[in-house]
């Protein structure tokens, strides 16, 4: 019972990470239109920044290594992650579709390469194992798993609550809008691309502040945590939950994540170990087949989730105004 009860604890810890990804590329990719395939790669840049700044020399070998609080890696790793976003996306913004696509895809790949070979930076394939956890003195370690929980599952809601918010705004009618018919929005006035810029710079600070949780969680910084297998996972849970929708990304990782991971609970010898873990790939690929094929939109609609509430977010500038008056 004790077990099951760990077991559950890590799964849904696990689960309120990936939800939370989730939403931020439902903002970027769902909202904005903006198909990011470089998840990975930021959130390696937030991983190795905070590692980094809360570690001392001592701890990790390097010459910069300062050891500030981890309130202060948090932030830090915000910013530069913020900075990374806009570095990627000040060439790439004006891209659409496939193109972008390919763009954030390469850059992800260029970060876990350099991850490995810039050892006097990220330690190479070693990585770090000694990481820096929030009141860790305060909590004894049998009962820490469930502070961890309740950090995750309160990052989960206060991004979710920011997701709600937003999506009752002008501004994300507007990316909606331009997601559709970018030539409209264009012929508003409205500079969809510096709109664009700042959601893909918001979205990456976000990841910012999620990804040190998936490092307490874990327990190590190492390069293979930062595979496109990462980034294919959070989209995963995206088209399953429904893209575009405001509970879907909650709803498709919390189901992705306990159907995957209840294989590590239920293997046995070292032999069903090798074979279940090989079956997660089929899973991840069942439950998308699926979903594709008999809920396309995914468990929680766009439609579902905007259905509601649109006619009373006020016009988005002086011709929806005069449109609504002439209605």
């Known amino acids: 019972m004790q077990s099951l009860i760990v077991f559950l604890v890590g799964v849904l810890t696990l689960a309120a990470i990936y939800a939370a990804l989730a939403m931020v590329l439902n903002l970027v990719a769902g909202w904005a239109g903006m198909w990011d395939l470089g998840v990975a790669g930021l959130v390696a840049v937030a991983g190795y920044t905070y590692i980094i700044v809360t570690q001392t020399k001592f701890d990790t070998g390097l010459l910069f290594t300062p050891g500030w609080p981890i309130a202060i890696g948090v932030i830090v790793a915000a910013l530069v992650t913020a900075l990374a976003a806009f570095i990627i ?11 972008f696509l390919i763009t954030t895809l390469a850059f992800a790949e260029v970060i876990h390469q350099l991850a490995i070979s810039e050892g006097w930076l990220t330690r190479g394939t070693t990585g770090f194992s000694s990481i820096d956890r929030p009141f860790r003195d305060l909590v004894p370690a049998s009962d820490y798993r469930w502070l961890l929980l309740g950090l995750a599952v309160a990052v989960m809601l206060a991004i979710y609550l920011i997701m709600n918010r937003l999506a009752k705004t002008p501004y994300i009618r507007l990316l909606r ?37 998936y490092l307490w969680h874990v327990r190590s910084v190492v390069p293979s945590l930062f595979v496109s297998e990462l980034t294919f996972v959070v989209w995963t849970a995206l088209v399953i939950g429904g893209i575009a929708s405001r509970k879907g990304p ?17 293997q046995g010898s070292a032999e069903y170990a090798q074979i279940l873990a090989a079956t997660r790939p089929v899973i991840l690929g069942l439950l998308l087949i699926l979903i594709l094929r008999f809920r396309p939109e995914g468990i929680s609609s766009e439609r579902s989730a905007f259905r509601f509430g649109e006619r009373d977010l006020g016009p988005v500038d002086e011709h929806d105004a005069k449109t609504e008056a002439a209605r």
Do not use: H, M, Q
């Open 89 to 99: 996306a000040l060439p790439s913004i004006r891209l659409r579709g496939e193109y």
């Open 250 to 266: 909650i709803i498709g990782a919390t189901l992705l994540i306990v159907c995957t991971e209840l294989l590590t609970f239920l």
């Open 177 to 213: 809008a331009s997601r559709d018919n970018e030539a409209v929005a264009n012929s508003l006035g409205k500079n969809v691309i510096r709109y664009r810029l700042i959601t893909y710079v918001f979205g990456g600070a976000l990841i910012g502040v999620i990804t040190p949780l």
